[in-house]
């Protein structure tokens, strides 16, 4: 039972990582740090049209970025602080302040709708929700968007981000969680108060997770597990069983048809150059040469020796 439950085990490791390396192979080329640049790069366009501060200008992208959403706003640090600034999904109230001062900044909010789960895993959780973030630049020349890396201070209430909808019917706040993305690809977890708000002192990415359901993608720990799990693996290690059997089956009539065909084709050749001996076709198309057995019975006994 031991060793064929660690068998059953191996085949599903090698199944799921596979299909992990299949799904994740492809991520390498979702960068969210050059995303950042990138929206930068359209935003920083957006305020060259647009100069009048104060209101949120939705900034238009190539059409590859189709499904994305940036809009970015400027305002002086005293608006910002005396104010605050609503966009859509993100809400900076009042007494919030950067580090170092800068006179006028932009803020760059970006909605990755269905690209989102393309440059965001977390393992063991599903996205439910699109990744919204916003940035924070150095706008005092009015001119060109600086990354000057600005932090925020928030000396009041928190900052909130709303997301437009969920994807899942969870009702229960509790196992609904709010993830923050850091600059490094770290992710960090915080509780939902409420069931499409997410709460952060900082700016960066946020999207709201459930944790996934399926078997953990770490087969190898011995856990105690539920009998619809191990149900579930007895289930797909028979497929893959059956699969790999028919798979053989099919290899061994094939080799042994070409086999056959091989030996006829020679016992064909064979009669053909035999002078002596006198074939005749039997069964329609099944060529089996057939010695006609009065005539030539020493030369058959001779020649053609199986
Ligand atoms: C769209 O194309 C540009 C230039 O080819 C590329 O830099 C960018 O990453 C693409 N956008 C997406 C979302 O992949
Ligand atoms: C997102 O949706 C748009 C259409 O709304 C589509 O053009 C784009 O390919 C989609 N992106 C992904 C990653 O599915
Ligand atoms: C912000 O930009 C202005 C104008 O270019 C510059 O004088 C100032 O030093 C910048 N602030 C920071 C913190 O880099
Ligand atoms: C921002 O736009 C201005 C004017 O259009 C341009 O001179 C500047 O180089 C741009 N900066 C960036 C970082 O793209
Ligand atoms: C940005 O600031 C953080 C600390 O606030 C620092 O660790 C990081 O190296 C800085 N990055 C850049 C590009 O200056
Ligand atoms: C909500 O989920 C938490 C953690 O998963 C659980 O402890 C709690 O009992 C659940 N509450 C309800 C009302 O189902
Ligand atoms: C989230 O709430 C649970 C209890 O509901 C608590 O144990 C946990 O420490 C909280 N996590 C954070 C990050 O606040």
């Known amino acids: 039972m031991g060793s064929e439950s660690g068998t059953t085990r191996f085949i599903i490791f090698i199944?799921?990582?596979?299909?992990?390396?299949s799904i994740v192979g492809g991520s390498g080329s979702y960068d969210p740090k050059a995303l950042d640049a990138l929206f930068r790069y359209y935003a920083n366009q957006t305020l060259s049209y647009h100069h009048r501060a104060g209101t949120l200008r939705r900034a238009s992208l190539p059409s590859n970025f189709s499904g994305m959403e940036v809009s970015v706003n400027r305002l002086r640090s005293g608006s910002l602080w005396g104010r605050g600034v609503d966009s859509k999904y993100v809400k900076i109230p009042p007494s919030v302040r950067t580090l170092p001062y800068v006179k006028r900044l932009a803020i760059v909010y970006g909605n990755l709708g269905n690209w989102s789960s393309k440059y965001f895993q977390v393992p063991g959780y599903s996205l439910v929700s699109p990744v919204i973030g916003f940035e924070v630049y150095n706008y005092t020349d009015v001119t060109t968007l600086k990354d000057v890396n600005l932090t925020l201070i928030v000396t009041g209430e928190p900052i909130s981000i709303r997301f437009p909808y969920l994807a899942t019917k969870e009702k229960n706040v509790t196992r609904?969680?709010?993830?923050?993305?850091?600059?490094?690809?770290?992710?960090?977890?915080?509780?939902?108060?409420?069931?499409?708000?997410?709460?952060?002192?900082?700016?960066?990415r946020f999207c709201v997770v459930i944790p996934t359901p399926t078997p953990t993608t770490t087969p190898t720990t011995t856990m105690p597990e539920k009998k619809g799990r191990v149900w579930k693996r007895w289930v797909i290690a028979f497929a893959i069983g059956a699969v790999g059997l028919a798979v053989l089956v099919s290899v061994g009539v094939v080799m042994v048809k070409w086999w056959r065909e091989r030996k006829i084709k020679h016992m064909e050749k064979e009669s053909d150059s035999s002078v002596a001996l006198d074939t005749l076709w039997v069964r329609g198309d099944n060529k089996m040469p057939c010695a006609s057995m009065i005539r030539t019975q020493p030369a058959l006994e001779h020649d053609y020796v199986p």
């Not at 199944?15 to 390396?21: G, K, P």
């Not at 600059?183 to 409420?194: G, I, L, Q, W, Y």
């Open 176 to 204: 609904l969680k709010c993830v923050g993305f850091r600059d490094d690809r770290s992710v960090e977890f915080k509780n939902m108060t409420e069931r499409d708000v997410c709460v952060t002192e900082k700016a960066g």
């Open 15 to 21: 199944l799921f990582s596979s299909l992990l390396s």
